[in-house]
T-cell receptor
Framework: AQSVTQLDSQVPVFEEAPVELRCNYSSSVSVYLFWYVQYPNQGLQLLLKYLSGSTLVKGINGFEAEFNKSQTSFHLRKPSVHISDTAEYFCALRNTGFQKLVFGTGTRLLVSP | DAGVIQSPRHEVTEMGQEVTLRCKPISGHDYLFWYRQTMMRGLELLIYFNNNVPIDDSGMPEDRFSAKMPNASFSTLKIQPSEPRDSAVYFC?????????????FGNGTRLTVT
């Protein structure tokens, strides 16, 4: 069985500071990894995805994530956050051969001035 | 592209009543997913369809829940009878194809409150 763990339920940070949102996964087969963002009262939007190739993936809004197979991690980073980045962030995986997307429990990013 | 459209945005009903949630996927997308989001359990996949055919309904909580996709542009999720523990945000999402890296496109959800 596969699973996604987001250990931090909430991450407070000041505007213009760097941030890292942690994601670890478990799977016995190869995976595709995704980060989604959910703004209040909206559905989820894709931030970025890792399929293969370069382990550093760049997404929208200045976010990037690094796939680390040995540590089974896919942490999300941004060098300088804005107030508008306040949202909930979900890490997700999909096993090769399956359509089901398995989500982590989410991390709420709170950016304050 | 209007995106995935869900209705209603909010639904408040009394325990025991039937509830029907609706979804219109993005045109041309042949996968449709229903998710439920709660504080306690996060995002749970309830059921998904491929070309209007249910593929995996193992996430449907119990027989009170049913989902249909009569055509490529419409799907419903029905709860009968509803219970307070069904209160959650229900999301519909669609995906463009059989490629496993295809991202999901989510609707804005239906917030269901059962009193």
């Amino acid at each position: 069985a596969q699973s996604v763990t987001q250990l931090d339920s909430q991450v407070p940070v000041f505007e213009e500071a760097p941030v890292e949102l942690r994601c670890n996964y478990s799977s016995s087969v190869s995976v595709y990894l995704f980060w989604y963002v959910q703004y209040p009262n909206q559905g989820l939007q894709l931030l970025l995805k890792y399929l293969s190739g370069s382990t550093l993936v760049k997404g929208i809004n200045g976010f990037e994530a690094e796939f680390n197979k040995s540590q089974t991690s896919f942490h999300l980073r941004k060098p300088s956050v804005h107030i508008s980045d306040t949202a909930e962030y979900f890490c997700a995986l999909r096993n090769t051969g399956f359509q089901k997307l398995v989500f982590g429990t989410g991390t709420r990013l709170l950016v304050s001035p | 592209d209007a995106g995935v459209i869900q209705s209603p945005r909010h639904e408040v009903t009394e325990m025991g009543q039937e509830v029907t949630l609706r979804c219109k996927p993005i045109s041309g997308h042949d996968y449709l997913f229903w998710y439920r989001q709660t504080m306690m359990r996060g995002l749970e996949l309830l059921i998904y369809f491929n070309n209007n055919v249910p593929i995996d309904d193992s996430g449907m909580p119990e027989d009170r829940f049913s989902a249909k996709m009569p055509n490529a542009s419409f799907s419903t999720l029905k709860i009968q009878p509803s219970e307070p523990r069904d209160s959650a945000v229900y999301f519909c999402a669609s995906s463009p194809g059989s490629s496993y890296n295809s991202p999901l496109h989510f609707g804005n959800g239906t917030r269901l409150t059962v009193t």
